[in-house]
């Protein structure tokens, strides 16, 4: 049977498809509720009553409240055209580094603190993946930030090389499934020990490399094996690090060649936005797809 290639949308195409802001509105709530709409905050099915206001969505009479689409998702209480959100989101699944909220702004002709307001409500929808990883899991960890020897003195910390003034993304990779990282405050075995509890089934082969925090993991239920990288080993028969590496490589080009920096209080956003990415807006699926799986996750994540 010959691959089956995705199916791509190109930009032009895809704005044809939402000539109108209420074309976009009718997407958010297909893909919310199919062909009958209920209401957001009681459930009701029944006593429905569409608006004449497109804008407003429904009005509920059981509950007597006002809800559209939008309502308990990022894009809740939002005055930009759903055409820009549409846009915006396209940019964020189709951009394998991302996308910048100077360029957003460029793009949608909108101020940079809205570009980056989208963005940030967007990333919002990337997040708590609760599915554990099982089979073949890859662990390793990741630093952002630059080299020390490239900051200002005032901002040099004087307290070493390598890691020191990084952030620390403790990740995670099933082979030939989905991907997970989390901002850590370090690598030790605490740290370690929890988040692979949190994430990753029970007897589950774990490779690592040969860093002291992912030592004795073998004794948590899970079978261990690690490459010795101190010595050049990159590969010992089924233990290799090289799919999360891969990640932290692309994670890298998209902070030093897109982003630049990020602040540490929304490090994991950014970090949720690149593995949602890997994981849902994979080149291998559909461009619909991608986006359906973006908005498809929206529902109860209202909050930065």
Known sequence: MPKRHAKTI?????????????????????????????????????????QKNYKKGYWCGDCR?????????PLEHSRVDARKWMF???????????????????????????????????RVACG???EALSGDVEIDAG???????????????????????????LGMRQRKGKVKAMVVKGEDK????????????????????????YRGT???????????HSTREHVNGMAHTNGIESVWALLKRGFNGIYHNWSR??????????????NEGNCSRDTQDRLDSLFGAMPGKNHL
């Open 190 to 213: 605490k740290t370690v020990y929890n988040a692979i509890h949190a994430h990753v089934e029970t007897r589950s082969p774990i490779y690592a490399d040969d860093h002291k925090g």
């Open 143 to 169: 630093y952002l930030g630059g080299k020390e020897s490239n900051k200002h003195a005032n901002k040099k910390l004087k307290a070493g090389r390598g890691t020191v003034g990084k952030q620390p993304v």
């Open 128 to 130: 708590s993946d609760q």
């Open 65 to 73: 409240s006002y809800f559209n689409a939008f309502t308990n998702t």
């Open 10 to 50: 190109s930009l032009f195409d895809f704005m044809q498809q939402y000539p109108a802001e209420q074309d976009a509105i009718g997407y958010f709530e297909k893909t919310r509720w199919g062909d009958e709409p209920f209401c957001t905050k009681c459930g009701c099915a029944g006593r429905i009553t569409p």
């Open 265 to 278: 209080k929304h490090c994991q956003k950014y970090v949720n936005e690149f593995t949602f990415r890997l």
């Open 88 to 122: 915006a989101a396209y940019l964020l699944m189709t951009a394998r580094k991302g996308i910048s909220a100077m360029q957003l702004s460029k793009e949608l002709d909108v101020s940079y603190p809205t570009a980056w307001y989208m963005l940030h409500r967007l």
């Open 218 to 228: 073998g004794e948590l239920f899970y079978h261990h094996e690690s490459v010795n």
